[in-house]
């Protein structure tokens, strides 16, 4: 309660549901993403909710490196620091390995890895500088993070979310060396009921039509309850990695 939270990507599915958990239970959530719009009008809908938190819609591209300094400075200005940082954004375009275009490779790259590596390092300055000392950062991984896809399509996601488990783990043994209680954890989900996971399966109508019908997908808000599951563990619970796929998901 009371304290400040970065939410990327919350103009959407998973990010717009972990920003609106955070706002009802009291937090300050600055909510980032290029269609800024989307998060003014979520803010709206959490303050008519008569939710006791704030959500904060600012605009940035996160494929942008001066973009991401320039909203933690406004942060540091306006909100003094970040006290919890959820890396929820992240994009996978349909490029095999073997006939991908190098565009869509480098467009995961810079939001899966890299705006998450930057916006991980600015939040544990903004912690540091302050002497916040429970600080946690929480990565949206995926489950295609811990096993490959067997699907040319999703290859180069799952070797950026492989590298997102990596960072989770480096990044714990980094706050731990650094002496910290600063926590760091990531959440595994499967099939996610949301634009993304529609959009993945563009390619293939009948395909995403099927797996749809199914199996009963998880839900934005499922994950949503993970993270304030995690933010909720006692001060020297250190939880890694959580993993949750639909019941009925197989691979
Ligand atoms: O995705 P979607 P989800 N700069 O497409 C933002 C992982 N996951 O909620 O800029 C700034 O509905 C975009 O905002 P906008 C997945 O890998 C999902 O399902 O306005 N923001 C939007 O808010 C990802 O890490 C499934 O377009 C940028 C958000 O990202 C996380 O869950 C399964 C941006 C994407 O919203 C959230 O996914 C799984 C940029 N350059 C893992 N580019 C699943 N849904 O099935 C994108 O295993 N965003």
Redesign the pocket.
Known sequence: KGRVALV????????AAVARALVQQGMRVVG????VD?IEKLAAECQSAGYSGTLIPYK????NEEEILSMFSAIKTLHKGVDVCIN?????HNEPLLSGKTEGWRNMID??VLALSICTREAYKSMKERNVDDGHIIN?N???GHRMVPSADEHFYCAT?YAVTALTEGIRQELREANTHIRATCI?????E????F?HHNSDPEKAAAVYESMKCLK?EDIASAVTFVLSAPPHVQIGDVQMRPVEQVS
Do not use: H, Q, W, Y
């Open positions: 990327t990507g919350a103009s959407v599915g998973i990010g980032c993403a290029r269609s989307k940035c591209d996160l494929s929820n954004a992240g994009l996978a939001v899966n949206i995926s489950m295609g979310k595994s989900p499967g099939i996610v949301t634009e993304f996971a959009r934005a």
